[in-house]
């Protein structure tokens, strides 16, 4: 089972995961994909780690998702932005590059057996548009990597204002 829970930036989307997370697990898995880039960002990732109690299982992966195992479990992937970020900037931006490794870790962990895993993405092109041609470019492989999961998710959500709106769901 996949859900995307997408949206813009402080729209909710965390928050409904986890709880998503918690209401389908006594000990659900956190994958954080962000990378440390400085102190400040450390800051952050840690004041989110403090967040989660002792029920979560905390995982720390910047791009090879297919290295975890999922199968049985329930798992928050927070999130594709910023995984993408770690492809884009190690690929010097090679939207093509960066799109086929990213779908193909998508593809390794959307085929695990009997695993639920929740993924919280951006919508960031519904937002101010990007100054220079390098932010256009993350905007389009955002979109097109959003577009790509939400095809294969069995669920999607967008977060307005801190209020979920389903918008496809598998009977």
């Known amino acids: 089972m996949i859900y995307l829970i997408t949206g813009g930036e402080r729209s909710g989307k965390s928050s409904y995961a986890e709880n998503l997370a918690k209401g389908l697990s ?3 898995m956190y994958v954080a994909t962000a990378r440390k880039w400085d ?3 450390q800051k952050r990732i ?3 780690q403090k967040d989660r109690d002792e029920r979560w299982i905390n995982i720390e992966k910047e791009k090879h998702l297919s290295e975890i195992d999922f199968s049985g479990k329930v798992a928050i992937v927070d999130c594709v932005t910023l995984w993408l970020t770690n492809f884009f900037i190690d690929t010097k931006n090679d939207v093509s590059l960066c799109l086929e490794q990213a ?3 998508f593809d ?3 085929n ?3 695993a639920t895993i929740i993924i919280v993405t951006n919508e960031i092109g519904m937002g101010v548009h ?3 041609h ?3 470019k993350f905007t389009e492989l955002q979109g097109w990597m959003n577009q790509y999961i939400a095809a294969t998710a069995d669920t999607v959500v967008f977060m307005v204002s801190g209020i979920p709106v389903t918008i496809k769901e598998k009977k």
């Open 108 to 110: 390794a962990i959307a």
């Open 39 to 41: 102190d400040d960002f």
């Open 46 to 48: 840690d004041r989110h």
């Open 112 to 114: 695990q057996e009997n």
């Open 130 to 132: 990007a100054e220079t």
């Open 26 to 28: 006594d000990k659900p």
């Open 134 to 136: 390098i932010g256009r």
């Open 103 to 105: 779908k193909a870790e």
